[in-house]
């Protein structure tokens, strides 16, 4: 009886692990929340069966991010494949916002044994027929979690970008790459050796649909075919996936007549801009697509986290065109799978938040970003006269910069994090306190809301005369001593030149910003610690708050601002603290500390 029994129960657990294994899955979008626009993502049977994804990071640094998931639902930072000044020194000279590195594609060679990652170094600022516009590299490494095993940029030429390497069943390598499309729209195709950067001659293998901008080619062999996918229509509303196959690499290649493949344009959807996308296959030999995606609704005012990394899962049908589910908050997938965190690499995983005290020993972590390379020796952590802080030395810039687009050799002292979820709590302390004399005017060092030079939101501690001030701070009075009172400051002529500390609000963007706020610190708080803090208070508005540190009774709310002037563009918003001279002279640092992130809140509808 025991045996009947236990037979049938060994065919019952086999029967039902058979049913639970063709159960979908329900996940959530986006995979990679905040700035991951542009993603490539593939599967490495060879790297325990590992998924890794790329995405762009235009003026950014470290570039070019790179996480890693075992199970598609847990992704983990590894680290970045642009990570050293020295692989692409003139990442430092990009002019515009809109530059830098545009559309990675990641690959693996299983007989090399070897990533490859190709992509494109854009100065946006040149002409459209500028050769000198495209700049395209490749990297490869022969181990993905050692950011130092990526190679310097190889060069090759192409007037264009997003390229795309691809192997033949020949054993012959291809680049596919967008021309640029405001001088000749189209997809061109050169065969090409990865290790040296040498091509053959550039062909054009299709137009694309007729759609504005075809761009972000890939190409598949599936079946006996060819499958080209595509970007169309620009990155806004307009943006869709289109496909096109032949049974010859060199085409002539046939639209699908289902195209656009993907698209939320002209729908009320809350994810929006869907397009760029790149395809793979899980170890179930199930299919999924990747794409770029804004949370905005058709309304598009509200995303400050720009174009993030979505998933779908795409049913492929021996001998047809793959059919991809639309993009949505909440998805139902193929069976994923079995949860697996078990991934090296010195990231955080995508959902977590910060809790970071610059201890002595430490560096900063792996996700904390800079525009453009960072001058070393003005970031140090724990330094010995301030342990357990971050030490900023300002820069004669400030986040603005030359013109709002251009930095120059000089830099920024600015270091960020991505925001990565749509309701949250960033803060910081920080200590920082020049004299009152002239030598002060102006040294400033606080947080910000950075999207790009042209488009941020700060709230700094700054010198400034005591007679410029715009108002008194929430729940305090007019600090008369400034006015009537010279003796406290025997180093000081006239009350009117004295430098006092202020907060001051200031903002720009391309659309309409508060006006300038600028209000004294109350005269206790002086000299010491102060708090900062960014809170996104709904899907639209940041309230910026301060305080004495350690003291969060008496935190203040200076104003509340909307994020619309920071939804814009190709990037997404960095959270993070700045210290600059605003061009004058003083060298005070600013020493950061209990540096906050918390997560609080995702909209997906």
């Not at 907060?503 to 708090?531: M, Q």
Request: aromatic content about 12%; some cysteine.
């Amino acid at each position: 009886m025991h045996t009947v029994t236990y037979r049938w129960a060994w065919l019952f657990a086999a029967l039902l692990h058979t049913a639970v294994a063709k159960l979908n899955s329900t996940y959530t979008n986006p995979i990679l929340p905040g700035f991951h626009p542009d993603p490539s993502c593939i599967f490495v049977p060879d790297w325990d069966e590992t998924f890794f994804c790329a995405s762009s990071s235009f003026n950014a640094f470290p570039g070019i991010p790179l996480h890693a998931s075992k199970d598609l639902q847990n992704w983990k930072l590894i680290g970045h494949v642009l990570n050293r000044r020295e692989q692409l020194p003139r990442l430092a000279e990009t002019n515009r916002s809109t530059s830098g590195i545009w559309a990675p594609t990641i690959r693996y060679n299983e007989e090399k044994k070897t990533f490859w990652l190709v992509t494109t170094l854009v100065d946006d600022e040149r002409p459209d027929n500028d050769a000198s516009r495209w700049d395209n590299v490749i990297f490869e490494s022969k181990n993905p979690f050692n950011p130092r095993s990526w190679s310097k940029a190889l060069h090759f030429d192409f007037e264009g970008y997003d390229t795309s390497p691809f192997w033949d069943v020949d054993g012959k390598t291809y680049i596919v790459g967008a021309h640029a499309w405001r001088v000749s729209p189209g997809i061109m195709l050169a065969e090409a050796d990865l290790e040296t950067g040498e091509l053959g001659e550039w062909k054009t293998i299709w137009e694309g649909t007729g759609g504005s901008a075809p761009e972000g080619p890939h190409i598949y062999r599936k079946d006996g075919w060819y499958y080209l996918l595509v970007a169309e229509g620009g990155t806004g509303l307009n943006h869709m996936v289109t496909m096109a196959r032949s049974k010859s690499l060199h085409g002539p290649y046939e639209a699908n007549p289902a195209n656009p493949v993907l698209t939320n344009a002209n729908t009320t959807e809350y994810f929006q801009t869907v397009g760029h996308a790149d395809l793979f296959q899980d170890p179930s030999e199930n299919w999924w697509g990747v794409a770029l995606s804004t949370r905005a609704g058709p309304e598009y005012l509200n995303f400050p986290m720009v174009r993030e990394t979505v998933m779908v899962p795409v049913t492929w049908k021996e001998g047809d065109f793959p059919v991809w589910s639309p993009v949505r908050g909440v998805m139902s997938g193929w069976a994923m799978p079995r949860a697996n965190k078990e991934i090296p690499g010195a990231g955080p995983f995508i959902t977590e938040g910060d809790a970071v005290d610059f201890e002595p020993g430490t560096t900063l972590p792996a996700h904390f970003t800079h525009w453009r390379y960072p001058i070393p020796e003005s970031y140090v952590v724990s330094p010995p006269e301030k342990s357990n802080t971050l030490r900023l030395n300002p820069s004669r810039l400030n986040l603005t910069a030359l013109n709002g687009n251009y930095a120059g050799p000089e830099g920024q002292t600015f270091v960020g994090r991505r925001q990565q979820d749509t309701l949250f709590t960033f803060s910081v302390d920080v200590d920082f306190s020049p004299g009152p004399d002239s030598d002060s005017l102006e040294a400033e060092a606080g947080v910000s809301v950075f999207l790009t030079q042209n488009h941020h939101l700060d709230l700094g501690i700054v010198m400034l005369p005591a007679t410029s001030s715009t108002g008194v701070f929430p729940g305090t009075e007019a600090d008369t001593d400034v006015n009537n009172d010279n003796t406290k400051y025997p180093n000081v002529g006239n009350a009117s030149d004295l430098l006092i500390p202020h907060f001051r609000f200031r903002a720009i963007s391309y659309v309409p910003v508060p006006r300038d706020v600028a209000v004294p610190l109350p005269p206790a708080w002086r000299g010491g610690p102060l708090h900062l803090e960014i809170r996104a208070s709904n899907v639209s508005h940041y309230v910026f708050s301060a305080g004495p540190a350690g003291a969060m009774s008496r935190m203040k709310t200076l104003l509340e601002v909307s994020n619309e002037p920071v939804s814009w563009g190709f990037t997404g918003v960095l959270l993070g603290v700045y210290c600059t001279n605003n061009g004058r002279n003083t060298t005070t640092p600013a020493y950061f500390s209990h540096w906050r992130y918390t997560p609080q809140g995702q909209f997906r509808d």
